[in-house]
């Protein structure tokens, strides 16, 4: 190999011209400009390309056009060239970054990560519109589902399809006088269970009911017209059984029990209640299924029976309580039967 030492080198248009032998250095002397006009081409051909120790040397496609770098072996328009100075009598590093459009097999396989996207919304997924271009799906309501639009559309965030929903849900009850959830009722369901898991209140007490009105800024139905009859079954260890029959006509609440045992922690209240088309304009029927310990912790005791809220007004939620005291333990759970 040898080392060619020029003051310029000038090649024409459109002119392949071809200088030493693969692998030899073309040394550019301080002061000294390499020029390539426009539509000439550098061949990356050499395994040791460089320039001499001036960071003033540049590289030229036309006339004081410093702008310009190598893509797959050519000089192209549209970089900077930056030059790393190196030792004296050494090559320096050319470096050239691209500013203009890189062709997308110039881009390597996983080479774009994470943190070179644009950020966007927590919880947004993406996607594509009918164009088929990138797209933000919003999103949506906790425990709603993803639910595609079909053909031509982004899908969107939806409440899940079937016939029974989970619309409400208390988390652990361990403390307040009143579990209130409201905007649950609608035209959407016909019917729903409310379920009540491990319930203990501060007092010995039953548990009571409410309906209520007005959506999301619920309020309570408060016309005296619950009218019910609970049987009531339970038994103690010396196989000592007794029944009784728990009703009441137009009163101001529901009751779904009697006294549920407070004193010991592991004596709790479980019940099944399933309200029937309360948005219709109609009174409303209810049925109640309860499991407890009573009020002495000696008694199991087995509550089953129903009712009726006679006033003709679509309800749109409900409120659950001790009738005295505060929750100390206990779930409910509310959901939708279409």
């Known amino acids: 190999m040898s080392t060619l030492e020029v003051d310029k080198i000038i090649p024409q248009s459109g002119t392949a011209t071809q200088v030493g032998e693969n692998g030899d250095t073309i040394n550019v002397p301080s002061g000294a400009t ?3 006009n426009s539509g000439a081409t550098i061949a990356n051909n050499g395994t040791a390309t460089g320039f001499d120790t001036d960071t003033n040397d540049k590289v030229k496609v036309s006339s004081n056009d410093t702008t310009a770098g190598f893509l797959n072996g050519k000089l192209v328009a549209g970089t900077n060239i930056s030059l790393t100075e190196g030792s004296d009598g050494g090559n320096e590093t050319l470096t050239a970054a ?8 110039q881009i390597a396989d996983d080479a774009v990560t994470l943190a070179k996207m644009a950020p966007g919304t927590d919880g947004n997924i993406i996607s594509y519109d009918a164009s088929g271009n990138p797209v933000a799906v919003a999103t949506g309501s ?5 639910t595609s639009a079909g053909a031509g559309a982004p899908p969107t965030f939806a409440d899940a399809a079937g016939d029974v929903v ?3 849900s208390s988390g652990n009850l361990t403390s307040g006088s009143r579990y209130n959830a409201d ?3 609608s035209s959407t369901y016909k019917s729903y269970k409310i379920i009540g898991t491990n319930l203990r209140f501060s007092a010995d007490a039953p548990i009571a009911f409410v309906f209520r009105t007005g959506g999301g800024s619920g309020s309570d139905s408060t016309q005296s017209r619950y009218s019910y009859v609970n049987n009531r079954v339970e038994r103690n260890s ?4 007794s ?8 009163g101001s609440v529901g009751k779904i029990c009697q006294d549920i045992e407070s004193a010991d922690t592991n004596k709790t209240g479980s019940f099944e209640f399933q309200v029937f088309d309360p948005y219709a304009t109609k009174s409303t029927n209810w049925r109640n299924h309860t499991i407890q310990w009573d009020s002495s912790g000696t008694w199991i005791v087995n509550i089953m029976g129903g009712g009726t809220y006679n006033y003709e007004a679509a309800l749109t939620g409900i409120g659950i309580y001790p009738s005295s005291g505060n929750y100390v333990n206990g779930e409910i759970k509310i959901y939708g039967f279409k």
């Open 166 to 168: 989970l619309l409400a």
């Open 243 to 250: 029944t009784l029959t728990v009703t009441d006509w137009n």
């Open 34 to 36: 390499l020029n390539i």
């Open 238 to 241: 010396s196989g000592t059984a």
């Open 183 to 185: 905007n649950v009722f």
């Open 142 to 146: 906790a425990g709603q589902v993803l």
């Open 98 to 105: 691209l500013t203009g459009t890189i062709a997308t097999a």
